[in-house]
């Protein structure tokens, strides 16, 4: 089958659909990534077709990440100034990535291509859609924390209260996605359900692309959701090792604690790096920072020869052989700590960060910090109280013992292959 694979946002929604993509063509498939163009150098060498979709992604852009990323109203602007803006030029461009130079049998979208579910309706292809946190579903029997009101966490297990969050959701957002219905209308189509909860989903599959220990499913989710598990992808090509320096520092003494922020709040770090070295040094502890390509990251005070600075280390190398990570909440960094075995300490920012800070406290294996109080003293009290008990470690163990069950990219291929078979048949 020819394939299309698509969305728009970080590493962390792309890489998923990188692994399932070269898996789809190991089958004998025809996977297409349509993706921002900022994408196509990492897609290039991997020898997969693309095809640019707007709005590009500037990554040097820290304004526009600061902006996606502010703690209360990161998801509107990220909606209503990024993404809704250029729909029009979204539609336009997966169209044609659906439709040439030959039609696709299949999309696969993201949830944050929100003109996939009109091309899909419009060119009358069959699709699927993935999701990657449980956020996404705003189930009212397992509630998320809302990143606009984090004090309603406190009472989500309140009679009603799972429907309460529900319907304030919906309420405000209730203008949001008025450009969606606007192209609905442009084009001759019914207004359809909402885009923000509902359309977003397939009606033929579903694809929860996280692990059972993340979220099980709920009586209100869609009822062709299928959890494969996570589908991991961060071996860049020709840049699978760790840098020589931080390789040398790894072997030169005891398991470090690494600090990071995944590839999009790297952008907005604030003083998260400057602090986390000055909860370091005070612990006297070996850590690793891994600041990303903005000079503003770089610590200004002389660290010790116990902190080694690196722009980017692929996780999969790295975590196993920390004592403990320090990050941001999002699900690609939170899935490879889970996979190595190793406790968190997480500092969530917005979108699905709160809630799955919170999943990770739940399940033993994690301490949160909020952003605004995450200062020296308090980051080195906790790690150390981490650091010295020992269930925190053994229970992070005993969860990437659970994950070595799951196949996430070979169930989702799996699944893809079937709807194919079973839309073509009808």
Same mark, same amino acid.
């Given at each position: ?121 419009? +060119?009358?292809?069959?699709? /699927? ?7 996404? &579903?705003?189930? %009212?029997?397992? #509630? $998320? *924390? ?88 961060? +071996?860049?090509?020709?840049? /699978? ?7 040398? &520092?790894?072997? %030169?003494?005891? #398991? $470090? *604690? ?12 604030g003083d998260f790096y400057e602090v986390s070295a000055k909860a370091a040094m005070e612990l006297g502890i070996r ?140």
């Open positions: 089958m020819r394939i299309v694979l698509s969305n728009i946002g970080t590493y962390g929604d792309i890489n998923p659909l990188i692994a399932i993509a070269l898996e789809l063509r190991r089958r004998g498939h025809v996977p297409v990534m349509a993706l921002p163009a900022v994408y196509a150098p990492k897609i290039a060498p991997l020898g997969l077709e693309f095809h640019a979709v707007r709005p590009d992604i500037d990554p040097t852009n820290s304004i526009l990440v600061e902006m996606v990323y502010d703690v209360k109203h990161g998801t509107e602007h990220g909606l209503r100034n990024f993404l809704f803006p250029a729909l029009r030029q979204t539609y336009t461009d997966l169209l044609d990535a659906a439709t040439k130079p030959a039609r696709a049998d299949l999309l696969l979208l993201g949830e944050l291509n929100y003109a996939g579910p009109v091309v899909a309706e419009e +060119a009358k292809i069959p699709w /699927a859609s993935y999701v990657l946190a449980p956020l996404s &579903f705003f189930s %009212a029997y397992d #509630p $998320p *924390v809302l990143p606009p009101f984090p004090q309603l966490a406190r009472a989500d297990r309140l009679a009603g209260m799972g429907q309460l969050m529900k319907h304030l959701a919906h309420f405000t957002t209730r203008k949001w996605p008025q450009p969606i219905y606007e192209l609905r209308r442009e084009l001759g189509l019914p207004r359809g359900a909402n885009p923000l909860f509902d359309a977003k989903h397939s009606p033929q599959l579903v694809l929860a692309l996280f692990s059972r220990v993340l979220g099980v499913e709920q009586k209100d989710w869609p009822q062709n959701t299928l959890i494969p598990g996570f589908c991991f992808y961060d +071996a860049e090509a020709g840049n /699978a090792a760790l840098p020589a320096h931080l390789e040398e &520092f790894m072997n %030169a003494g005891a #398991p $470090p *604690v690494v600090f990071t922020l995944g590839s999009a709040a790297v952008l907005a770090a850590a690793v920072l891994l600041i990303g390509t903005d000079p503003r990251n770089r610590p200004q005070q002389k660290l010790p020869e116990s902190i080694c600075v690196a722009e980017y280390a692929p996780y999969s190398k790295l975590f196993s052989r920390a004592a403990l990570v320090v990050h941001q909440g999002g699900v690609g960094t939170t899935a490879q700590c889970l996979r190595a075995g190793r406790p968190m300490l997480i500092m969530p920012y917005s979108h699905d960060q709160p809630d799955n800070a919170r999943r990770m406290q739940r399940l033993g294996v994690a301490q949160v910090i909020q952003k605004s109080g995450y200062k020296p003293e308090r980051v080195a009290r906790t790690l150390r109280a981490m650091l010295d008990e020992p269930s925190f470690a053994q229970q992070a163990q005993i969860v990437a013992e659970r994950l070595r069950g799951e196949d996430g990219v070979k169930t989702a291929c799996d699944a893809l292959e079937e709807l194919h078979l079973r839309t073509r048949k009808a």
